[in-house]
C-alpha cells in the first residue's frame, strides 16, 4: 500500500511539473497563433498546487533545508536534548500553520471566486493539506513520540484563533470563550515576549529545524504580537506562489536536471576543454561569462545556479579543477549578471525611482563595477587553477568538439535570442528551455529513456520544492515587515544619528547587506530604494551611484550568510551541507565585498560612462 501511495504522488508530482513545461508554449501557441482565448491563471494556480506538492514531495525524501549538521557534531547528551526539542517544535509549529492556512481557505476567498471554473478554495485547500502532510511525514519519522505529542498540544494553543474561525465557518460556532480567551492569552504572551521568542526561532535554526518552519515560526510570531491575524502569513504564499515569474524556477530546475542527467555534461566538457583547456583558467572565465549573460537575461541568480550549476561544475572539474572550489565558483558568480543590461533588477529600479535615476545612465553607471566583479571572479578562480598538465591547442579538436556540441550550445543562443527580440517572455523562455531539453536528451540524443526522463523530473521536484517554500516563508515576514513600516522606521533612525557621508555609507552597506539577505532583491527595490534615494541624495550622493551601490549589495546579499538564498540552492543544486558551502564561499565573498567597498568609497566607477 505504501508503494502504491508513493508511486501515486511521484505521478501526479511529474504530471503537474511536465504540465507547467508545456502549457506555456501551449498557451502562446493558442493566443498568437489560433487566437483562441485562454485563461491565464491556470498556469499560477497549477504552479501553485504543484508548489505546494513538491513541499509535500521535499518534506517525504527530508530534503528540505536546515542548518543540521551543525547540531549533529554536538555531544551525545545534548544532541538528544536537541533532538527531542526539534520533535516538538517542528510539529508546534507546522500545527499552528495548519490551522492559519485552512482558516484562511474561509477568510480569503468567496465561494464565488474562481480560477478557469473551479473554486478558489478549492485551489487554496492544497496549502493546509501540504502542512498537514509535512507534520504527518514528520511525526512519523522521528522517534520521539512523546516529544511530537507536546509539540502538536503546544501547536494547538496557539492556533486557537484560526481554530474558532474555523469552527465559526464550517459550524456556525460563536459562542467559543474558551478559545477566545486562550487566544487573548496567547496574543498578550506573544507581545511580551516577542524579543526572546524571534531568539528561540533563530536557535531552533541552528538546532537543525528546517529553515521554511523558523522563517515562517518568526512571521507567525510577528503577526501574532501585531494583532494576531495569523492567516495573512498564507495568503501572501499564495501571493508569491502565483506570480508567473516564480514559475521560471521549477522549469530551469527540470532542464538542468534533464541535461545533467543526459550527456550535455560531457559534451560541454568536450567543447570547453578543446577550446580553451589549453590557457590557464579558460574554463573559468566561459564558467564567469555564462553564469553573467544567463543571470542577466533570466533576472534570477538562483535560476543560473540551479539550470546551469550542474553542467559547468563538470566543465570545470572536467578540465582538472577541484569539485568545490568549482562549485563555489559557480554559486558566487550567479548573481553578477544583475548588474549588466538588460537586467530586469535594474529597469525594475529606475521605473521605480524614475524622478531620480534614468534607467540609461543606470546600465551606464552599472557597467565598470559589473565589469570589476566579474575580473575578480576569473582572477580568483585562476589562481585556484593549479593544473599544469594543459592540453595542446587544436583546430581539429575545437571542430570535433563542437560538432557532437552544436545543439546544446545552441539552446542558450535560441533561448536569449527568443527573449531579447521578444518573442518570448521570461515564463516561456523557461518553458521553451525545458522543452528543448527534454526533446534534445530523450529523442534527439537518446541518453534517456522514457523513464530515465520521468526518473529526471522526479529528482528536480525537491530542490525547486524546497526553494518555493522558503520563499513562500519569507513573503509573509516581508509583509508584516512592510505592515510594521519598519523600513520608515529605519530610514527615519539613520537620519537622526548619522551625519557623516562615509559613516553613512557603511551602515548603508551593512543594512543593504542585511535585506539582500532577508528580502527578494524586487521587493527590496520596491520597498527599500525610495527610502534610501532620499537620505542619499542629503548626503550629496549621486543617484546613479547609490543606485549601483543598492544593486550590488542586494547581489551580495544572495551569498551572504547564514541565510543568502544563493546559498541554499547551492546545497541544493550540488547536494551539499550549508556549512560546507558557506566555508568555500568566503573567500569569493570577501573580495566581492572589497569590490563593492572599493565602488562605494570611489564614485567615478559609476559615474565614468555619463554624459557630463
Known amino acids: 500500500m505504501k508503494k502504491v501511495l508513493t508511486n501515486i504522488l511521484n505521478g501526479v508530482g511529474i504530471f503537474f511539473a511536465l504540465f507547467l513545461c508545456a502549457f506555456p508554449l501551449i498557451f502562446k501557441v493558442m493566443q498568437d497563433g489560433l487566437k483562441i482565448t485562454v485563461d491565464g491563471s491556470i498556469i499560477v494556480n497549477v504552479l501553485f498546487i504543484f508548489a505546494c506538492l513538491a513541499g509535500v514531495l521535499t518534506a517525504r525524501d527530508d530534503r528540505h533545508l536546515s542548518l543540521a549538521s551543525l547540531s549533529d557534531k554536538a555531544p551525545e547528551t545534548l544532541r538528544g536534548i536537541i533532538l527531542r526539542i526539534r520533535a516538538a517544535a517542528v510539529p508546534a509549529i507546522l500545527t499552528a500553520f495548519f490551522f492559519a492556512a485552512f482558516s484562511e481557505t474561509f477568510l480569503a476567498f468567496l465561494p464565488t471566486d474562481t480560477a478557469f471554473g473551479i473554486p478558489k478554495r478549492f485551489i487554496f485547500a492544497a496549502l493546509p493539506v501540504m502542512y498537514l502532510c509535512m507534520l504527518f511525514l514528520f511525526v512519523k519519522r522521528d522517534t520521539h513520540r512523546v516529544s511530537s505529542a507536546v509539540g502538536i498540544a503546544i501547536g494547538l494553543l496557539i492556533a486557537t484563533g484560526p481554530i474558532s474561525g474555523v469552527l465559526y465557518s464550517i459550524f456556525g460556532l460563536e459562542n467559543l470563550n474558551w478559545m477566545y480567551a486562550i487566544t487573548d492569552k496567547y496574543l498578550a504572551f506573544s507581545t511580551v515576549a516577542f524579543i526572546p521568542l524571534v531568539l528561540l526561532m533563530i536557535v531552533l535554526a541552528i538546532m537543525g529545524v528546517p529553515l521554511y518552519v523558523v522563517i515562517g515560526g518568526i512571521a507567525y510570531l510577528a503577526f501574532s504580537q501585531g494583532g494576531g491575524y495569523v492567516e495573512q502569513p498564507s495568503h501572501e504564499a499564495y501571493t508569491i506562489l502565483t506570480d508567473k515569474t516564480i514559475v521560471t524556477i521549477p522549469l530551469f530546475t527540470i532542464a538542468g536536471y534533464v541535461l545533467a542527467k543526459g550527456s550535455a555534461g560531457e559534451r560541454f566538457v568536450r567543447f570547453f576543454k578543446a577550446l580553451l583547456g589549453s590557457v590557464r583558467g579558460g574554463t573559468v572565465i566561459a564558467t564567469v561569462l555564462v553564469a553573467t549573460i544567463f543571470t542577466t537575461f533570466t533576472g534570477v541568480s538562483g535560476v543560473t545556479i540551479l539550470a546551469l550549476g550542474g553542467i559547468l561544475s563538470s566543465v570545470l572539474v572536467g578540465t582538472g579543477y577541484k569539485k568545490e572550489h568549482a562549485e563555489s565558483l559557480i554559486t558566487s558568480s550567479g548573481a553578477i549578471g544583475l548588474l549588466f543590461p538588460p537586467s530586469l533588477a535594474i529597469i525594475m529600479y529606475g521605473t521605480t525611482n524614475y524622478f531620480s535615476v534614468n534607467v540609461f545612465d543606470l546600465f551606464l553607471g552599472a557597467l565598470i563595477p559589473g565589469a570589476i566583479l566579474a575580473i575578480a571572479m576569473i582572477a580568483m578562480g585562476i589562481i585556484r587553477d593549479k593544473e599544469t598538465n594543459r592540453p595542446k591547442f587544436s583546430i581539429k579538436g575545437v571542430w570535433d568538439g563542437l560538432s557532437h556540441s552544436w545543439l546544446e550550445l545552441l539552446m542558450p543562443v535560441l533561448v536569449l535570442a527568443g527573449y531579447f527580440a521578444g518573442f518570448f517572455s521570461l515564463v516561456e523562455v523557461a518553458s521553451f528551455a ?11 540524443r537518446k541518453d ?11 529528482e528536480s521536484i525537491p530542490v525547486s520544492g524546497g ?3 522558503i520563499l513562500s516563508a519569507a513573503r509573509g515576514l516581508s509583509f508584516f515587515m512592510i505592515d510594521a513600516n519598519i523600513p520608515n522606521m529605519i530610514a527615519d533612525a ?5 551625519h557623516s557621508k562615509i559613516l553613512f555609507l557603511l551602515i548603508l552597506n551593512v543594512l543593504l547587506l542585511v535585506v539582500g539577505c532577508l528580502m527578494d532583491i524586487y521587493s527590496a527595490i520596491l520597498i527599500v530604494s525610495p527610502l534610501i534615494i532620499p537620505v542619499a541624495e542629503s548626503f550629496g550622493i549621486n543617484p546613479v551611484h547609490i543606485g549601483v551601490i543598492f544593486l550590488m549589495n542586494l547581489q551580495l546579499g544572495f551569498l551572504t550568510p547564514p541565510v543568502g538564498m544563493d546559498l541554499f540552492i547551492s546545497s541544493y543544486t550540488f547536494n551539499r551541507p550549508i556549512g560546507f558551502v558557506v566555508k568555500n564561499i568566503l573567500p569569493f565573498l570577501a573580495i566581492q565585498f ?7 568609497y570611489v564614485p567615478w566607477f559609476t559615474t565614468a560612462l555619463l554624459a557630463h
Not at 534517456?448 to 522526479?458: D, F, S
Not at 539613520?494 to 548619522?498: F, P
Request: hydrophobic share 75%; glycine share 2%.
Open 467 to 469: 526553494v518555493l517554500i
Open 594 to 600: 572589497l569590490v563593492l567597498m572599493l565602488v562605494t
Open 494 to 498: 539613520t537620519l537622526a544619528i548619522v
Open 434 to 444: 525545458a522543452i528543448y531539453s527534454i526533446v534534445l536528451e530523450t529523442f534527439v
Open 448 to 458: 534517456l529513456t522514457i523513464k530515465g526522463l520521468l526518473k529526471a523530473v522526479l
